[in-house]
T-cell receptor, first 113, second 110 residues
């Protein structure tokens, strides 16, 4: 069974550009989470989907970030326009239920120059 | 002060040693996770616990809800255990809103 997969693994973009990160959860996992680690800091929660609905988006830093999960399958996280401080590693995780250990993706390393 | 504090930040051990990593938190929680991140970057969930103790192989995790403290123990440590170990708590009332510690970097020497 495929694990949580994230695309791309690395992305380097210029300040002001748009980047879209994708996460494919494990099939059947209704719960999907986005997190990020900014350089030198601890990982921070961004948001939580249950199927296609946003259960909790309290961690989204500002309105330059837009997350979607159309059809309750894969999810995208768009950053538009990207700023230097958006650089970091973005992790996605999924689980069949909130009470179950989530499975994490390998992360997308985003560098904004 | 972070809501989740881990100690030590860095730990070097000799193969075979018993290792303890500590996690203290200051918020109400519904559960606590221990995660492992290898140098390649991938994160693996080790444990999710809300009370008592869990064991998986050479790993043991304990939690004391009253004291707001958890420990991760590794028995008979091995160089392949070298990784960053991260404590994360599920904020009470939420389901996936994890608050992460900064991690403990463990290096086990042969």
């Amino acid at each position: 069974e495929a694990g949580v997969t994230q695309f791309p693994s690395h992305s380097v973009i210029e300040k002001g550009q748009t980047v879209t990160l994708r996460c494919d959860p494990i099939s059947g996992h209704d719960n999907l989470y986005w997190y990020r680690r900014v350089m030198g800091k601890e990982i921070k929660f961004l948001l939580h989907f249950v199927k296609e609905s946003k259960q909790d988006e309290s961690g989204m830093p500002n309105n330059r970030f837009l997350a979607e999960r159309t059809g309750g399958t894969y999810s995208t996280l768009k950053v538009q326009p990207a700023e230097l401080e958006d650089s970091g590693v973005y992790f996605c995780a999924s689980s069949p239920a909130p009470q179950v250990n989530p499975d994490f993706g390998q992360g997308t390393r985003l560098t904004v120059v | 002060k972070n809501e989740v504090e881990q100690s030590p930040q860095n730990l070097t051990a000799q193969e075979g040693e018993f290792i303890t990593i500590n996690c203290s938190y200051s918020v109400g929680i519904s559960a606590l996770h221990w995660l492992q991140q290898h140098p390649g970057g991938g994160i693996v969930s080790l444990f999710m616990l809300s009370s008592g103790k869990k064991k998986h192989g050479r790993l043991i995790a304990t939690i004391n809800i009253q004291e707001k403290h958890s420990s991760l123990h590794i028995t008979a440590s091995h160089p392949r255990d070298s990784a960053v170990y991260i404590c994360a708590v599920v904020r009470g009332g939420s389901q996936g809103n994890l608050i992460f510690g900064k991690g403990t970097k463990l290096s086990v020497k042969p």
